[in-house]
């Protein structure tokens, strides 16, 4: 499946640990995850559209022209965290992640409340937390335009002096 492989390259080329595709197909058949994609769509007249979707829900008669990004939260009986996201090496510092990120959230919430989604894996939260590389200092940053706050460090959480940022948005608004 190209959608597939598409994440898999994505992923590959932002993180230090490499995966292949049933990574993400595993991720896909469990409850406890919710991917959303940033696609490039063309339409029918050909004009260029970027839309957020979430990977069980696409909609395979449009045209997609490649995958910008993905975003996976993990869902608990306690709280929704950021798993993972990523955007095409190509593509970051030209807002895409953030436009990833704060329409997933809302969609997400959204999506879940709308459907009355059974309580046992936790999407409806007032809070997310994610952890993210101190020295990752782009992706902190889009994190706090976004509200996110600094809570806590995981010393060595990513191995010998890498450490975690722990951040929390609080109270998501849809």
Known sequence: ??????????HNENFEKKVKT????????????????LF?????????????SE???LVFEKKIKKILGYIAFYGTIESTDIFEIAILKSCQ???????????????L??????????????????EIFLEVCEKNLFAIK???????EKISVRKNYYG?????????????KL
Request: aromatic share 14%; charged share 30%; glycine share 4%.
């Open 1 to 10: 499946m190209k959608i597939l492989e598409d994440l898999v390259k994505i």
């Open 22 to 37: 049933e990574y993400f197909s595993e991720m896909i058949l469990s409850k406890q995850y919710a991917i959303y994609c």
């Open 40 to 52: 490039d769509f063309m339409d029918e007249k050909e004009n260029k559209i970027f839309e957020i």
């Open 55 to 57: 990977i069980k829900n």
């Open 93 to 107: 510092n030209k807002g895409f992640g953030k436009i990833l990120l704060e329409n997933s959230i809302k969609k």
């Open 109 to 126: 919430f959204f999506s879940k409340i709308k459907n009355n989604v059974s309580c046992d894996i936790n999407f409806f939260g007032e």
């Open 142 to 148: 889009l994190y706090e335009k976004t509200g996110f």
């Open 160 to 172: 010998q002096n890498k450490n975690a940022i722990i951040m929390m948005l609080k109270k998501v």
